[in-house]
C-alpha cells in the first residue's frame, strides 16, 4: 500500500524568502507523485508531477519540486515566496499501476511581510 | 468548458436523511473519484471508479454508496447521514492516472 507523509502542518516564510514544503512517500512500485495547491473555499489545482521522467520538474506559478528515489521525498520548492503563494499544500502518490491517488495531511503555507 | 461541477455547493441535513451528491464531468474522463476532506486528515478516498458500470472501495467507503452508468456521471449516496459524515466532499476526474486529477469546487455539507 501506498502513503505519504507531509512533515510541518504549518510553515511561515518571509514574502521573499525561500519555500521548502516536504514530501516523504512510500510506495511498493514505482509511484507517479503530485502536489496539488488549495486556496480557501476552493477546489485543488495541481501544481505540478513527476511520471518518471525527469527527476526535476517544474510546475505553476514557480514551484518546482525534485524526486529523489534513495530519500523516498518529493519536496516542493519555490526560491521566492509570494504573498499569494498562501494556501493549503497536498502532496500525493500514485502507484504504478493503479489509478487511486493517496493524499498526504497537507501544508498550511503562511506568508508574511 | 465546465470541467467537474458538483451540486450543490451547502447542504445542511439531520441524522437519518439520505441525500445525493451530484457529480458531472464534461471531459470524457475514464477515472472518476469521490474524497472527503477533514481538518488535519488531508483528502480520504471514498469511492473510485474506472469506467462506466466499473466502481470500487476506497479507504472510507462506510456510509457511501456509488454507481457509474455513464461516463460523464457519479454520484454519491449517504444512506443514512450520521453527524460523523459532516465534512468537505471532493470529487475528481483523470483521463489517465499520469495527467492527475481534475477537482470540482466541493460540497460541504453539515450533518446535525
Known amino acids: 500500500a501506498q502513503s505519504v507523509t507531509q512533515l510541518g502542518s504549518h510553515v511561515s516564510v518571509s514574502e521573499g524568502a525561500l519555500v521548502l514544503l516536504r514530501c516523504n512517500y512510500s510506495s511498493s512500485v514505482p509511484p507517479y507523485l503530485f502536489w496539488y495547491v488549495q486556496y480557501p473555499n476552493q477546489g485543488l489545482q495541481l501544481l505540478l508531477k513527476y511520471t518518471s521522467a525527469a527527476t526535476l520538474v517544474k510546475g505553476i506559478n514557480g514551484f518546482e519540486a525534485e524526486f529523489k528515489k534513495s530519500e523516498t521525498s518529493f519536496h516542493l520548492t519555490k526560491p521566492s515566496a509570494h504573498m499569494s503563494d498562501a494556501a493549503e499544500y497536498f502532496c500525493a502518490v500514485s502507484p504504478g499501476t493503479a489509478s487511486k491517488l493517496t493524499f498526504g495531511t497537507g501544508t498550511r503555507l503562511q506568508v508574511t511581510l | 468548458n465546465a470541467g467537474v461541477t458538483q451540486t450543490p455547493k451547502f447542504q445542511v441535513l439531520k441524522t437519518g436523511q439520505s441525500m445525493t451528491l451530484q457529480c458531472a464531468q464534461d471531459?470524457?474522463?475514464?477515472?472518476m473519484s469521490w474524497y472527503r476532506q477533514d481538518p488535519g486528515m488531508g483528502l480520504r478516498l471514498i469511492h473510485y471508479s474506472v469506467g462506466a458500470g466499473i466502481t470500487d472501495q476506497g479507504e472510507v467507503p462506510n456510509g457511501y454508496n456509488v454507481s457509474r452508468s455513464t461516463t460523464e456521471d457519479f454520484p454519491l449516496r449517504l444512506l443514512s447521514a450520521a453527524p460523523s459524515q459532516t465534512s468537505v466532499y471532493f470529487c475528481a476526474s483523470s483521463s489517465d492516472r499520469a495527467h492527475g486529477y481534475t477537482f470540482g469546487s466541493g460540497t460541504r455539507l453539515t450533518v446535525v
Open positions: 471531459m470524457n474522463h475514464e477515472y
